[in-house]
């Protein structure tokens, strides 16, 4: 899952979102110095990492890329997952996709110093592109793709992988709706733990 889906599946508490959104930046136990919902958030990111990686489902539609994109794979598989979100947006949420992306940039300037300097330099390219939002379609993913392929060095053109998903696109759509419902109840119960 990528940065949507993460933000989604923190539920409505404003600082377990920021904690889901700033999790990779974290590492080992450094997470214990945050408030008690920004840890949450962590653990809520960590716990769906380990769900998606281990799941049938999402291995099933990784498998796919695995040959071309080697460990990249993933990090593609996980785009195109918030890319199926984002498509179907109103099937998940009452509030509008642009609505709920400008809500949570809002929400970032706003918890600017809890940020980590990695997420607090990405951060104004992903507000200007519209990161969130982008993901909706099939030209704000290649331009997502384009990005993570500069971030990489262009180590495997991740942006090439936009012809595995349209010649998947059914098999990938179906997977992710089948994935998320479980990953969706999951989150609910990890919640409810933490």
Known sequence: MNFLAHIYLSGENDLVKIGNFIADSIRGHSYEKYGDDVKKGILLHRSIDSFTDSH???????HRLHEKYGHYSGVIMDIFYD???AKNWAAYSDIALA????????????HYDILTDKVKGM???MIARNWLVSYASIEGLQM???????RTKNRVAMHESIVEL?????????EFTQF???LRKHCQQKLAEL
């Open 56 to 62: 049938p489902v999402y291995r099933q539609s990784k």
């Open 166 to 174: 349209q010649q998947f696109y059914i098999e990938f759509e179906t």
């Open 180 to 182: 998320f419902e479980e």
């Open 99 to 110: 609505d709920y992306s400008e809500n949570f940039y809002f929400l970032l300037r706003d």
């Open 123 to 125: 951060l104004p390219y």
């Open 144 to 150: 997502i793709m384009f990005q993570m392929d500069h």
């Open 83 to 85: 890319h199926f979100l």
